[in-house]
Nanobody
Framework: VQLQASGGGLVQAGGSLRLSCAAS????????MGWFRQAPGKEREFVAA????????DYKDSVKGRFTISRDNAKNTGYLQMNSLKSEDTAVYYC????????????????????WGQGTLVTVSS
C-alpha cells in the first residue's frame, strides 16, 4: 500500500491542524495505522495509532486530550486532528500502516510497520 501524508503547515501555538493520510494500492481497511513524528535533532517517536476497524486507539501521553486519530476506510484515508498545538509538537509527521499490530501489541513500535508515507512538516510558532 502507498501512503501520502498531507495537511502540515505553520500554525500558532494553541491552533489546530488536521493531517490526512491517503492510501492506495491495496485494501486500506485491513491495516492498522499509526502516526509518528520526528523533531529536529531527535529520533522518530510514536504519536497515535488506530486499529484496522477504528475500534481501538492509543496515544502518546503528551498528546492525549489534544490529538484525535481516526480513519474512513470507505475513503482509504486516515486522519490526525491536532488541537491546542504547542511548540514542542513541531516535527515532521509520518503516517504508517501494518497488519496485526494491535493483536500483538506492536502499534508503538515503528519497525513493525510495513508501509510509510513521506512525511508532512508541522511547525508551531510560539
Amino acid at each position: 500500500v502507498q501512503l501520502q501524508a498531507s495537511g502540515g503547515g505553520l500554525v500558532q501555538a494553541g491552533g489546530s491542524l488536521r493531517l490526512s493520510c491517503a492510501a492506495s494500492g491495496r485494501t486500506f481497511s485491513i491495516y492498522d495505522m499509526g502516526w509518528f513524528r520526528q523533531a529536529p535533532g531527535k529520533e522518530r517517536e510514536f504519536v497515535a495509532a488506530i486499529s484496522w476497524s477504528g475500534g481501538s486507539t492509543d496515544y502518546k501521553d503528551s498528546v492525549k486530550g489534544r490529538f484525535t486519530i481516526s480513519r474512513d476506510n470507505a475513503k482509504n484515508t486516515g486522519y490526525l486532528q491536532m488541537n491546542s498545538l504547542k511548540s514542542e509538537d513541531t516535527a515532521v509527521y509520518y503516517c504508517a500502516a501494518g497488519t496485526r499490530l494491535y493483536g500483538n501489541g506492536w502499534y508503538v513500535e515503528e519497525n513493525k510497520y510495513n508501509y510509510w508515507g513521506q512525511g508532512t512538516l508541522v511547525t508551531v510558532s510560539s
